[in-house]
């Protein structure tokens, strides 16, 4: 997708994929995955409450978004106000205690060190498939190998609605080289996420997965 029309979401508020609470899967499935006190990188973080999470649970966390006020509403719902620094790759890091967000291109987002673990919820099935290797291989390059990470996954029947979010299945996620893959938890969501419902979908399922970084990126 084009950065436009990411910032058409936000200014339009769009913006369902916004959850209220935090993410059970994160608060159920996290501490099993041995992450403890390191860094941690949330790709295409959006204002996504789980950041203050894992910051609560002690953690630094990195969030890279494309969008300016998911950025600054993210603070004001925390009611902080961040410091701001330019940095070399162009990203602006907005931060405040243990939470740096940093607003610009994930693609174009280089890290000073890289991560060992991640948190992706909602950004590799925000891209379309002809991203989404693109996407992985990028993720891949900021994460050391060993590096572990959460991915929360949606599937739908295809027909029913055009993403994002697009549904990305376990064969996908197999056939790439850059982590090894376990699932931690499956669960039918739809009655949960009404807005997609509204859309036309009879089904949702959510699947969490445990990512290990294997290969070099190519
Ligand atoms: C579907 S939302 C998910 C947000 C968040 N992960 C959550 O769970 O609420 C995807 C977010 O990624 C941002 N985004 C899209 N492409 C991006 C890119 N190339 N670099 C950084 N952020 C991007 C969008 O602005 C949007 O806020």
């Given at each position: 997708?084009?950065?436009?029309?990411?910032?058409?979401?936000?200014?339009?508020?769009?913006?369902?994929?916004?959850?209220?609470?935090?993410?059970?899967?994160?608060?159920?499935?996290?501490?099993?995955?041995g992450r403890e006190g390191?860094?941690?990188?949330?790709?295409?973080?959006?204002?996504?409450?789980?950041?203050?999470?894992l910051a609560s649970e002690?953690?630094?966390?990195?969030?890279?978004?494309?969008?300016?006020?998911?950025?600054?509403?993210?603070?004001?719902?925390?009611?902080?106000?961040?410091?701001?620094?330019?940095?070399?790759?162009?990203?602006?890091?907005?931060?405040?205690?243990?939470?740096?967000?940093?607003?610009?291109?994930?693609?174009?987002?280089?890290?000073?060190?890289r991560f060992e673990a991640?948190?992706?919820?909602?950004?590799?099935?925000?891209?379309?498939?002809?991203?989404?290797?693109?996407?992985?291989?990028?993720?891949?390059?900021?994460?050391?190998?060993?590096?572990?990470?959460?991915?929360?996954?949606?599937?739908?029947?295809?027909?029913?609605?055009?993403?994002?979010?697009?549904?990305?299945?376990?064969?996908?996620?197999?056939?790439?080289?850059?982590?090894?893959?376990?699932?931690?938890?499956?669960?039918?969501?739809?009655?949960?996420?009404?807005?997609?419902?509204?859309?036309?979908?009879?089904?949702?399922?959510?699947?969490?997965?445990?990512?290990?970084?294997?290969?070099?990126?190519?």
């Amino acid at each position: 997708m084009e950065p436009q029309f990411w910032h058409d979401i936000w200014t339009e508020r769009k913006i369902g994929f916004h959850r209220s609470d935090m993410h059970p899967m994160l608060q159920n499935h996290w501490h099993s995955l041995g992450r403890e006190g390191l860094d941690v990188l949330v790709p295409l973080s959006g204002k996504t409450l789980d950041m203050r999470w894992l910051a609560s649970e002690g953690h630094q966390v990195t969030g890279i978004e494309l969008d300016q006020r998911a950025v600054d509403e993210f603070f004001e719902e925390w009611q902080c106000q961040p410091a701001v620094d330019a940095r070399v790759d162009g990203l602006a890091d907005h931060h405040s205690g243990n939470i740096h967000l940093l607003v610009g291109d994930f693609f174009g987002f280089q890290p000073e060190a890289r991560f060992e673990a991640f948190y992706d919820r909602a950004a590799l099935i925000a891209m379309p498939e002809a991203m989404r290797p693109d996407y992985l291989r990028k993720l891949a390059s900021v994460v050391v190998e060993g590096g572990v990470g959460m991915l929360i996954t949606f599937e739908y029947p295809d027909h029913e609605m055009d993403g994002p979010p697009f549904p990305v299945r376990r064969p996908e996620l197999d056939a790439q080289n850059w982590f090894r893959v376990e699932q931690l938890e499956r669960q039918e969501v739809i009655g949960y996420y009404s807005h997609l419902q509204e859309a036309g979908l009879t089904s949702l399922v959510e699947t969490a997965y445990r990512l290990e970084r294997t290969a070099e990126p190519a």
